[in-house]
Structure formats: structure tokens, C-alpha cells
């Protein structure tokens, strides 16, 4: 399989980072390896994973924000590290695993069979004989939330606020994250947006192309997310934002 290198942005993880869950996944994966950035944590979780680095090195990279900047801070920042090595894929993932990285070669199966894709985004649709499990509040939130998010992006994408995503290492992609995110919590429709931006002042083929949504076999929720019910009317106010920032001309 071609190298990967998954970014996991982490923020007082320290209670329930599944060390085993990724040391599984270096193992069975040779041509994985993590880059964790901890996002200005209050607890124990940078040492737990300056631990774990050095119990793999050369696997795994760690990252340390000294201040606590979002989300979309330490993904960029681990993105960029991942971008300028030699893997052919990088992504990010959340720390908390509620999509198990058993799900990862499925990504990469799809790049390799669809050489024209520039992005493949996990996506939890709950269909038979798959194991989707989400708090039914969240849920009907956030697909309001999508619903929005997809007629601002004029794309029909079913979620993405997903956290799993993997992009193929190219000019393309890195240029994506050359400027700071600035849409918070939704600054994953921002990556999108400009995605869009790009193909469309390049005159390439609609971004609808190099984009593809993967449902996923397994996603659980899991206790301790830090996103409330307020931050989804948040959100509707950022996605407007990214509307009027990158694809209102």
C-alpha cells in the first residue's frame, strides 16, 4: 500500500486515547504513521504521546501548540508536516476513533482505483449491515446542519463534518492549506469551499469530480465530544461566511 501519513489533532485527550487501537494500526499498516498535534492541552496528553512516539519512532511525530487555537489550528499545522513528506496520502482523523482506523485501506482503495480524485471524505450514513451509531439529537442536528452546508457548496454531499478525511499529496491539495482556516468548527466545508474556488478559477472540472464521499462500515459515537447543540446554530452562521468569503464571486 502507498505511504500515508494521518494527522490526529488532540485536545485533553488524555482519558480516552486508545493507544492499543493505534499501535494495531501501525502494525498492521507498514506504511502508516500518525502525526499527533496536541492543541494546547490541560491534561496529561502531550506526555502520553511524547510516550508513544518514542515507543515508535519513526512512525509517529508529535506536535506540540503551546496554546489552545481550535481544531482547524492543529489540523493545518499537522496537515502542512504531513504535506511536506514523502507520503502519497494525508489525512486527518480524530483522536477519539469513533471511525475505527480499520476503515483507512478502504480510503486508499478508492484513490488507487480513481486516479482523478483529489479528496475522499468519510461519510456516516446509516444503510443495512453497516454499524452506524449516533445520538439521535446530534444526528437531526447536523443533518440540518449538512443540508445547509450542501446548498452553500452547491455540491451534494451528504456530510461533512465527518471526521475522517484523506487527500492525495499534490500542489493541488497543499494549496489548500497555504492560508489559516478561519470558519471553526466548520472549517471542513471551508477546506470544500476552496477546493471549489480552485478548480473553478483554474477552469478544471467541477470539484463534484475529485471529491468522494465514502460510507462508512462502522462509526460510534463517542463520550466526552466537546461539540454542544449551540455550536450547530453557530455553524450556520460560519457556513454563510465561507459562502461569501470563497464562492460568492
Not at 483529489?118 to 449538512?146: C, M, N, Q, T
Not at 454542544?228 to 446554530?233: C, Q, S, T, V
Request: aromatic residues 10%; hydrophobic residues 45%.
Amino acid at each position: 500500500m502507498s505511504r500515508i501519513s494521518i494527522v490526529v489533532p488532540c485536545y485533553n485527550e488524555a482519558k480516552r486515547f486508545d493507544e492499543s487501537a493505534f499501535a494495531r494500526a501501525l502494525g498492521e499498516v507498514p506504511s502508516l504513521d500518525f502525526i499527533f498535534v496536541d492543541d494546547g492541552s490541560g491534561d496529561e496528553t502531550l506526555a502520553i504521546l511524547r510516550a508513544f512516539e518514542l515507543e515508535h519512532k519513526g512512525r509517529v511525530r508529535v506536535i506540540n501548540l503551546p496554546l489552545n487555537l481550535g481544531k482547524s489550528h492543529a489540523v493545518r499545522a499537522g496537515i502542512l508536516e504531513a504535506f511536506s513528506g514523502e507520503a502519497a496520502f494525508c489525512g486527518y482523523w480524530d483522536a477519539d476513533l469513533a471511525t475505527p482506523l480499520d476503515e483507512l485501506p478502504r480510503f486508499i482503495e478508492v484513490f488507487e482505483a480513481k486516479p482523478e480524485l483529489d479528496l475522499v471524505i468519510g461519510s456516516r450514513v446509516k444503510l443495512l449491515g453497516r454499524s452506524i451509531e449516533r445520538d439521535p439529537w446530534r444526528h437531526y442536528f447536523g443533518r440540518i446542519a449538512a443540508t445547509v452546508a450542501s446548498l452553500v457548496l452547491q455540491l451534494p454531499v451528504y456530510d461533512t463534518q465527518c471526521g475522517a478525511k484523506v487527500f492525495r499529496n499534490s500542489t493541488t491539495t497543499k494549496d489548500l492549506f497555504r492560508e489559516p482556516l478561519t470558519s471553526g468548527w466548520v472549517f471542513d466545508v471551508e477546506v470544500i469551499a476552496r477546493l471549489i474556488r480552485q478548480r473553478r478559477d483554474a477552469a478544471m472540472s467541477s470539484a463534484e469530480f475529485s471529491i468522494y464521499e465514502l460510507p462508512l462500515q462502522q462509526w460510534h459515537d463517542v463520550a466526552g465530544s466537546k461539540i454542544m447543540i449551540f455550536d450547530y446554530a453557530r455553524a450556520f452562521v460560519q457556513v454563510l461566511r465561507v459562502w461569501s468569503r470563497h464562492l460568492r464571486s
